[in-house]
């Protein structure tokens, strides 16, 4: 178990430098994302975890070039990202998926954006509909499928533009346990078959350690990096890794980093809402 | 956009004519219930003619009345109305959530618009466009336009943020943008809008064509009631029901097209 610096080295594919989001609020500016530094490595898989509150989704969205940021750079293979740029592909947490087109129209989306002939793009798109494992889904609405399809269908239909970097915020949270740990075996296959970049966000500690090469572990206001941590265990990968020993150690690393900061955000939830209650 | 979950009351309707049948047999014993109510002294029969009565001069309306000539003349001035309402109402919500000022001047008056009886402004519409269908199309049109623009500009702006959000990742540009997620996203609700515009369209159309004594259905039933021919006025009356239920066959037919097309 070691733990890397945080500095972003130039082989990096993705660099976040020194990056602060600042928000105004009436109750004053809350600071989301605090001068946080990492790369991102060409093939790898990094997590980013912290406690819900901590700037995660701030992060996703200043990486998406969705939402502006305060200073500091976030660049993708050398080129600044101030709007949202075609290297990075987009998964949210929640349910994304265009309710008016069919499975193959979903996922065909950015391909009919760059002006793919439609036999074509079906082709294309039956090929990454049939990666996230849903063959014979082709001609069903959103409306006929499960939660878990559904997230299924926005990661091909992100996969299809071919990104660079994968960049997913919590794309399993509505989902049970069952449920996330299978589509993390999917996502772990995709991702090796593909030698896709993915930065994934979440909260969940399991998800982290059973899919990532390295784990970024955040601090609770102000969001800053606490620890980086390598995840050693070999690939491939797959759900079944949670139950042995190394699995359980990794775990348990991040587990303590993580409830110091899980408590410090839960007292600090605590004081607002009594604040709230005294002066109301 | 339709469900396809099975629930156990579509069983039942895929299971047969059923439901169809309870409707029409509903229907038919609330007539045989009225038939015997006021033959049985219990109404009177020179206020409220008879079921039977009134089938009896649907022959007589349809020759002597012509009141095929009048549907096809009403249902012609609602498509006219509605096919305005359904250009100008949705442009209408479109440009109000394309420039805020906009909204912000108009969309509370609108609203207001939306609940008075505008159908009250009839003389004016006289003396603009002359005692001719134009007068009732545009009555219709006017009065049915609120509903259409604001359950534009509600769906436009309720459009989840997080689609927008997929747009935008996808660098979509702003034409884009409306026609590839603003637009069909909100459609089911801009369905919503027309069909309370129709039925706004629909109800003025006849109803002024009853009050300034011109045109199709609205007038004939002007026409029978002051000769106190009610059999005839009802019958009359059913036929206005019916350019209510082909106009909803039509645009249930739109809806089903535009939302599952491609
Ligand atoms: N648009 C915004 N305006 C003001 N404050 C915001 C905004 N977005 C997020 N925040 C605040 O920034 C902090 C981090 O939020 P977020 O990034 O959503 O956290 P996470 O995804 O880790 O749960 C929270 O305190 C939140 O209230
Ligand atoms: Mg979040």
């Known amino acids: ?280 | 956009m339709t469900m396809t979950a099975t629930t156990p009351t579509q069983r039942f309707r895929l299971s047969g004519a059923l439901p169809a049948l309870t409707g029409i047999g509903t229907l038919v014993a609330f007539f045989v219930l009225m038939e015997v109510f006021i033959r049985s002294g219990g109404l009177n029969r020179f206020i409220v003619p008879p079921p039977s009565e009134i089938i009896a001069s649907f022959p007589r309306i349809i020759v002597e009345e012509q009141v095929l000539h009048r549907f096809v003349l009403t249902l012609t001035e609602c498509l006219t109305a509605g096919v305005m309402l359904t250009v100008f109402g949705v442009s209408g919500g479109v440009l109000m959530h394309r420039f805020k000022l906009l909204q912000q001047a108009c969309e509370t008056w609108i609203a207001a618009l939306a609940s008075a009886p505008v159908v009250l402004c009839y003389p004016l519409f006289l003396v603009i466009f002359g005692r001719n269908a134009w007068t009732i199309i545009m009555m219709g049109f006017v009065s049915a336009l609120p509903p259409v623009i604001l359950k534009t500009l509600e769906g436009i702006s309720g459009t989840r943020k997080v689609l927008v959000n997929v747009g935008r990742s996808f660098n979509l540009t702003p034409t884009q943008q409306f026609w590839k997620i603003l637009f069909p996203a909100a459609l089911p609700t801009i369905f919503v809008g027309i069909r309370l515009g129709l039925i706004f369209a629909l109800i003025n159309v006849v109803g002024v064509e009853f009050l300034i004594n011109f045109g199709g259905l609205g007038q004939l039933i002007n026409e029978l009631a002051e000769r106190y021919d009610l059999a005839g006025t009802y019958a009359a009356i059913c036929f206005v029901v019916l350019v209510s239920v082909m106009f909803f066959m039509i645009l249930e037919k739109a809806e089903r097209w535009l939302t599952r097309a491609e």
């Open chain 1, 1 to 280: 178990m070691t733990s890397t610096p945080h500095n972003p080295a130039n082989t990096d594919i993705l660099v976040v430098d020194d990056v602060v989001v600042r928000f105004e609020t009436q109750e004053g500016p809350v600071i989301a994302v605090d001068h946080v530094s990492f790369g991102v490595r060409q093939g790898e898989f990094l997590s980013v975890i912290g406690p819900s509150g901590c700037g995660k989704s701030t992060l996703f969205n200043v990486i998406g070039g969705l939402i502006g940021h305060t200073s500091g750079v976030v660049s993708v293979g050398g080129e600044t990202i101030n709007s949202p740029h075609q290297s990075i592909g987009m998964v949210f947490r929640e349910e994304s998926t265009f309710p008016w087109r069919s499975v193959t129209d979903n996922v065909a989306f950015p391909l009919e954006l760059i002006g793919m002939p439609k036999a074509q793009r079906i082709e294309r798109a039956r090929h990454f509909i049939s990666l996230v494992g849903l063959d014979g889904f082709e001609n069903r609405y959103p409306n006929e499928l499960s939660g878990g399809m559904r997230q299924r269908v926005s990661l091909a239909r992100t996969l299809a533009s071919e990104p660079k970097i994968l960049l997913m915020d919590e794309p399993f949270a509505a989902l049970d346990e069952q449920t996330r740990l299978l589509l993390g075996d999917k996502v772990l296959q995709i991702q090796q078959q593909l030698k896709q970049t993915t930065l994934l966000i979440t909260h969940n500690i399991t998800e982290a350690v059973q899919m990532s090469d390295r784990i970024l572990v955040m601090t609770y206001r102000p969001g800053k990096v606490k620890r980086i941590v390598d995840i050693d265990l070999p690939r491939p990968r797959t759900s079944e890794i949670v139950g042995s020993e190394a699995f359980g150690r990794y775990v348990a690393q991040i587990w303590a980093d993580l409830r110091e900061e899980a408590s410090r955000g839960m007292r600090d939830e605590e004081e607002h809402a009594l604040h709230h209650v005294s002066t109301t």
